[in-house]
């Protein structure tokens, strides 16, 4: 006998609200009716391209490798061939060990703990194919078994010890294929159709090979392990194009020559169009990577130049905001080399240039008000802890000062100085145990630490390196961080950073961007370095206990301003563009969330 299922099928929830984010996951294609907005709905997936965090260095005609949350991308083209890598974390970028011949427009297959980098071209007049194949072990490149034939332009399948290398630009065209076993490489059957900047996704032994330059096609070859097949063509014929998949019979192509968005999905028959992209580009050859529901792309080219944005691509029913900043109230001064404290919603901002600054403001997430001023008005300030309990450390008047004062959320009161006056130094904590370190002392450039518990200063472990004008950040004076700055009298701008316990101080993870006069928020686990300078840097940083990695850019780069918040929920106020500016940008870190749809019947 059938049962009531089988005859009416599932009832369809009555809700007064829709279900859940967090449900999501279990509930995609579920419906229900939510009577207050008097609409059925569900959780539906969508193909969908987010912006994420920028590459450190822009460039084209680079190899990919990898997922969406573990990638990696080698080489390229940025004026000159390149020997660059970065590691995607699926939020920002870190720079890794060069490759050790420069080149673009070669295969990348594998993992961002196990690629293959082979063939491509090395350097840029005259033109030189290469048959050079590296391997990468998640920190350094190593020299292997060359392919037999010198080509560029090829595309790529498989993984570290098992790949094919097909099509590509010998003195012309070619349709060449061949397979690694990971120790030798060996001719197989040629494409059907010979072919320059193609796209490959797939195994070695179940690959596809898409598109290319011949002029632009739309060829699409299937390869069985043994021979190559003509499938369905893709909509938009195109070269130079990104790609992703993990097999022949699912795949993702993207963006491509002559400067299209167009994406496309395989499902093993035929080519769809789909979302495309947010910004067209060409030149991305193979600099992207992942699966068909999760993909990457990172840099490329068009106008104006080469990129280094970068992008993801999901099909999922969660919503992804990549981190971004905002505009906020301008602050009252204009100033520059000033302090910061607080959070994004209640800030605090004090002293700075020009002239020697006195005046203190206060943030309410929208405006600045103007408050009680600091008793001794200076530049090259260091400051922390909240709007209502903050502490201003040292700085410059027409010679370093000593000052110390503390902020009662109505007035600045002077307390203790410290130990040794100074000047573009780093500061970290709260108003009852802070830490300030490094910075110019009176005839050096200095590296020592000073602890202050609310009441008294005493002396700290000596940084590993003097540096000066660097950033701080930190949750007390016995976990601090320091980063950035320069490390003189006749060094340069600096990448290190250091990390204090209470006694010591440990270098760990560099910045990508060497930089001074930057800004810092959060702590030495989740940490922001936020703009520096020179030349003026919008580069924004993100630290989480291991390693420093690219987020969204400030909108203004700048340098000399003002940090506070968290890796966030940060703020960043003030500064030096070409002249002292006012403006104040507000940081929002990437989230994601389920979102229901209605479910139309027109």
Request: proline share 2%; aromatic share 8%.
């Amino acid at each position: 006998m059938a049962t009531y299922r089988e005859i009416k099928g599932l009832k369809v929830p009555y809700l007064d609200t829709d279900l859940p984010s967090a449900s999501a996951s279990t509930e995609e294609g579920g419906v229900w009716y939510n009577s207050t907005t008097g609409k059925l709905r569900a959780f539906m997936a969508f193909d969908t391209w987010a912006t994420s965090a920028p590459m450190n260095t822009a460039r084209s005609l680079a190899s990919a490798y990898g997922t969406q949350t573990v990638g990696l991308i080698s080489g390229g083209y940025t004026g000159s061939s390149s020997a660059l890598v970065e590691e995607y974390n699926g939020s920002g970028w870190t720079e890794s060990g060069d490759i050790n011949t420069a080149r673009r427009i070669a295969a990348g297959t594998g993992t961002q703990t196990a690629a293959l980098m082979s063939a491509g071209v090395s350097v840029d007049d005259p033109v030189t194919n290469v048959k050079i194949v590296e391997s990468y072990d998640g920190s350094s490149w190593t020299e292997t078994t060359d392919m037999n034939t010198a080509r560029r332009g090829v595309a790529g399948a498989g993984s570290q010890t098992a790949a094919l290398v097909y099509g590509g630009y010998i003195s012309d065209v070619s349709a060449l294929n061949e397979v690694w076993n990971g120790s030798t490489w060996t001719e197989v059957a040629d494409l059907n159709t010979a072919r320059n900047y193609v796209a490959g996704i797939g195994t070695s032994t179940a690959a596809l090979c898409i598109g290319g330059d011949s002029p632009n096609l739309a060829v699409t070859e299937t390869w069985d392990g043994s021979s190559w097949t003509e499938v369905g063509d893709i909509n938009t014929g195109r070269a130079r194009h990104g790609s992703a998949g993990e097999t022949n019979t699912l795949g993702l192509i993207f963006g491509g020559e002559p400067n299209v968005a167009h994406t496309e999905l395989w499902d093993g028959s035929s080519w769809t169009e789909t979302t495309n992209i947010n910004t067209s580009r060409d030149e991305v050859h193979v600099g992207a990577a992942g699966t068909y529901t999760a993909a990457f792309i990172g840099g490329g080219h068009g106008p104006p130049g080469y990129f280094t944005a970068t992008e993801e691509f999901a099909h999922q029913i969660l919503t992804y905001t990549p981190a971004s900043w905002a505009s906020g109230g301008t602050l009252g001064t204009a100033r520059y080399l000033l302090a910061g404290a607080g959070t994004q919603t209640a800030g605090l901002a004090f002293g700075g240039n020009p002239p020697n600054n006195n005046e203190s403001e206060e943030y309410d997430g929208s405006s600045w008000t103007e408050g009680n001023n600091l008793n001794t008005g200076r530049r090259r300030i260091e400051g922390d802890g909240t709007q209502t309990a903050a502490v201003a450390i040292s700085g410059y008047v027409t010679a370093n000062v000593a000052n110390v004062e503390e902020y009662d959320g109505t007035s600045w009161t002077e307390v203790n100085d410290v130990s040794t006056a100074r000047r573009n130094h780093a500061s970290a904590g709260i108003q009852t145990s802070a830490i300030t370190f490094a910075g110019n002392a009176p005839g050096a450039v200095s590296a020592a630490t000073e602890e202050y518990d609310g009441t008294n200063w005493t002396a700290g472990g000596d940084l590993n390196a003097a540096k000066h004008t660097l950033a701080g950040t930190g949750a007390s004076g016995t976990a601090a961080m320091g980063f950035g700055g320069y490390s003189g009298p006749a060094g340069a701008n600096t990448t290190t950073v250091e990390l204090y316990n209470g006694s010591s101080w440990t270098e760990v993870g560099d910045l990508n961007t060497a930089r001074l006069s930057l800004a810092g928020a959060g702590t030495t686990t989740a940490g922001l370095a936020i703009g520096g300078g020179p030349p003026n840097q919008a580069i924004v940083e993100i630290y989480d206990g291991t390693a420093w990695v690219t987020s969204a850019s400030l909108s203004t780069a700048r340098y000399g301003l003002g940090g506070a918040g968290t890796s966030t929920l940060g703020l960043a106020f003030g500064g030096y563009v070409s002249s002292v500016v006012n403006s104040t940008e507000e940081f929002s870190g990437e989230t994601t969330a389920a979102e229901a749809a209605d479910i139309s019947f027109d």
